[in-house]
């Protein structure tokens, strides 16, 4: 071969991509960018979701217990002056209430906490406001009654928990009494330290969340004793007898979560492939696309939230 042909040989070696694979390369990157900003939206609308839709959520079921209770708190019979506490009046027998029920108003001056307290800890039960420990006194009865609270989300009422102090006054009107607390200690313990809730000689109130806000890895514990009592002119606490047992609330299956997430997807792709489709409506499909898609992922926001750890 001569030397001319040699030279007339075309160089490949600066050959450019082939303009086919530049697209497919260009589309890849194209369709990670977008699931990527994709998921943080899903991501940074879930936190909304946490601090302020869980919020709205737990003010209406408050709204709905807070009327009913206080329904009953009217029907009852005026209340003697508060009297230095002593030991508790437990004559009587009553069943000790069923779970959900609203069992008392817990007041919190200090800190600007007034929520209705139901029966029951579960996730499920305190999205409607602070709980009762089942396995604890009734509030006024001897021993010590344990109450838990979310911290950061569903209404937040133990967010300031912290800033109480020793003396801080905490009270809790029942149908059979109203009760004042004066906080002792507050602490913070693993979540396995179960033994906060033990039973006390003195009449004693524990109060538990989350610690830190935002997070489940502590627990934050005040505890305050019985300063003062105001009973009704009948004189009469339920029996200090509680139940041991409770009838657990069947919790959201994973799965359910699983599939109202792959149904949200499917909507906004949807939406997505009909927009390109239809660009002359592109605005109005995305408009009611993304409401369905939006009303699709509260429900899954709602089912996720009932898996998280309780408490904050």
């Known amino acids: 071969m001569s030397i001319d042909n040699l030279t007339s040989q075309p160089d490949n070696s600066g050959e450019e991509t082939p303009a086919p694979r530049r697209d497919r390369i260009s589309q890849i990157a194209g369709i990670a960018g977008k699931v990527l900003i994709g998921s943080g939206v899903i991501v940074l609308l879930f936190v909304l979701f946490q601090i302020f839709g869980?919020?709205?959520?737990?003010?209406?079921h408050q709204t709905t217990l807070r009327s009913s209770f206080e329904q009953q708190l009217k029907l009852i019979p005026t209340t003697t002056p508060a009297t230095n506490a002593g030991p508790p009046v437990t004559t009587g027998t009553q069943p000790a209430p069923g779970l959900g029920q609203a069992i008392a108003i817990l007041e919190i001056p200090t800190i600007n906490v007034n929520e209705v307290v139901i029966q029951g800890t579960t996730t499920s039960q305190l999205q409607y406001g602070p709980g009762h420990y089942t396995t604890t006194p009734l509030p006024g009865q001897a021993g010590n009654v344990?109450?838990?609270?979310?911290?950061?989300?569903?209404?937040?009422p133990f967010y300031n928990l912290n800033a109480l102090k020793a003396g801080d006054k905490i009270i809790l009107s029942t149908t059979y009494g109203t009760f004042t607390y004066s906080v002792t200690t507050s602490q913070i313990v693993e979540p396995t330290a179960v033994e906060v809730l033990n039973p006390t000689l003195v009449p004693t109130l524990t109060l538990t969340t989350c610690n830190p806000r935002y997070s489940a890895a502590q627990r934050l514990v005040v505890q305050a004793t019985l300063t003062s009592t105001g009973l009704p002119v009948s004189g009469s606490l339920p029996s200090t007898q509680v139940t041991n047992t409770t009838t657990?609330?069947?919790?959201?299956?994973?799965?359910?979560?699983?599939?109202l997430g792959i149904l949200t997807l499917l909507l906004g792709a949807a939406t997505l492939v009909l927009a390109a489709r239809y660009r002359s409506r592109r605005w109005y499909i995305y408009g009611v696309g993304?409401?369905?898609?939006?009303?699709s992922l509260t429900f899954f926001f709602s089912i996720i939230?009932?898996?998280?750890?309780?408490?904050i």
């Open 146 to 156: 344990g109450i838990a609270g979310h911290r950061t989300t569903w209404g937040h």
């Open 305 to 311: 939230s009932q898996l998280l750890p309780a408490s």
């Open 54 to 60: 869980t919020s709205y959520i737990q003010k209406q």
């Open 290 to 295: 993304g409401v369905i898609s939006l009303v």
């Open 248 to 259: 657990s609330t069947t919790p959201p299956s994973i799965w359910l979560g699983v599939g």
